[in-house]
């Protein structure tokens, strides 16, 4: 079993940045894929950025590509996605997800363990 807890969502005006936490337990990080996802209002969940087990490989969607930059810290067991020149339509509930597969699947269907969410409100 794997617990992820997300931290770090808020209000932040257009062209502002934000950093995602996520620590996990149960299952350290460096042994699996990890993801971001996010879904905003009357939308599906949407694959944002994703970590392979080796922390080398990076994925991220063409709407977050050259903004967004996913990290992880094995020591603290966490996984990191710093958010900059952020847009309105950036505004979602973003997620935090594992897998118990070292590579990255960019289908919410692909994890098995996800997080609470943390909201992220981007004003224009």
């Known amino acids: 079993q794997v617990q992820l807890v997300e931290s770090g969502g808020g209000l932040v005006q257009a062209g502002g940045s934000l950093r995602l936490s996520c620590v996990a337990s149960?299952?350290?990080?460096?042994?699996?894929?990890m993801a971001w996802f996010r879904q905003a209002p009357g939308k599906e969940r949407e694959f944002v950025s994703g970590?392979?087990?080796?922390?080398?490989?990076?994925y991220y969607s063409d709407s977050v590509e050259g903004r967004f930059t996913i990290s992880r810290d094995v020591a603290k067991n966490a996984v990191f996605l710093q958010m900059n020149s952020l847009k309105p339509e950036d505004t979602a509930d973003y997620y935090c997800?594992?897998?118990?597969?070292?590579?990255?699947?960019?289908?919410?269907?692909?994890?098995?363990?996800w997080g609470q969410g943390t909201q992220v409100t981007v004003s224009s």
């Open positions: 997800a594992a897998r118990a597969m070292r590579i990255v699947d960019t289908r919410p269907t692909g994890y098995a363990y």
């Open positions: 149960g299952r350290t990080a460096s042994s699996s894929a």
């Open positions: 970590l392979d087990w080796s922390g080398r490989n990076e």
